[in-house]
């Protein structure tokens, strides 16, 4: 069974950038793509962008400019780095896997919250 | 982007009731449709890929039907675990995009 665990600071100043890191447990991250979606409190799941295991990205416009991924094969992880974030992105991020077949999230972390506050 | 439209944004039921649930595209998406399960403090749940198609142990009283621009989710007869918000996604094309949700409650 393929487990995600998102880590990550608890907190993030407004202009600082956020970064998260999930480790999978009991797959390879080879030969998938991983994904990161987030939730605004109350609110509604958003795409952030998907990496393949060989580093290839897609990124959501409405964040591109911010957004950087990367995955580290060797430690099994894969990785978010939002730039210049605002009160606005305080959510719920959560990491998870992309079915093979088709661009839904099978397996998912249990999420970490981060709130940016000064 | 395609935008994705649940209806209604929440609907009150019983035990045992059939709960029918909509999901709207803006512009056709074949099948490439996913509908999520989501309990308070937890992470969403894969119930349904390719608009119809079950994922393994999810029970046989969810199903999911439609394909172009209108699809819906069934629950023939509500169960107590089952009280939850749901949410639609559909996967044609980037940027991926998500229902605003149906919270399914007493």
């Known amino acids: 069974q393929v487990q995600l665990q998102e880590s990550g600071p608890g907190l993030v100043k407004p202009s600082e950038t956020l970064s998260l890191t999930c480790t999978v447990f009991?797959?390879?991250?080879?030969?998938?793509?991983w994904g990161w979606i987030r939730q605004s409190p109350g609110k509604g799941l958003e795409w952030i962008g998907h990496?393949?295991?060989?580093?290839?990205?897609n990124y959501n416009p409405s964040l591109w400019n911010r957004v950087t991924m990367s995955v580290a094969r060797s430690k099994n992880q894969f990785s978010l780095k939002l730039s210049s974030v605002t009160a606005a992105d305080t959510a719920i991020y959560y990491c998870?896997?992309?079915?093979?077949?088709?661009?839904?999230?099978?397996?998912w972390g249990q999420g970490i919250l981060v709130p940016v506050s000064p | 982007d395609i935008q994705m439209t649940q209806s209604p944004s929440s609907v009150s039921a019983s035990i045992g009731d059939r709960v029918t649930i909509t999901c709207r595209a803006s512009?056709?998406?074949?099948?490439?449709l996913a509908w999520y399960q989501q309990k308070p403090g937890q992470a969403p749940k894969l119930l349904i890929s390719?608009?119809?198609s079950l994922q393994s142990g999810v029970p046989s009283r969810f199903s999911g039907s439609g394909s172009g621009t209108d699809f819906t989710l069934t629950i023939s007869s509500l169960q107590p675990e089952d009280f939850a918000t749901y949410y639609c996604?559909?996967?044609?094309?980037?940027?991926?995009?998500f229902g605003g949700g149906t919270k399914v409650e007493v």
């Open positions: 998870a896997r992309v079915s093979r077949y088709i661009r839904v999230f099978d397996f």
């Open positions: 009991g797959d390879s991250i080879s030969n998938y793509y």
């Open positions: 990496i393949y295991s060989s580093g290839s990205t």
């Open positions: 512009q056709g998406i074949n099948t490439w």
């Open positions: 390719a608009a119809s």
């Open positions: 996604q559909q996967a044609e094309s980037f940027p991926l995009t």
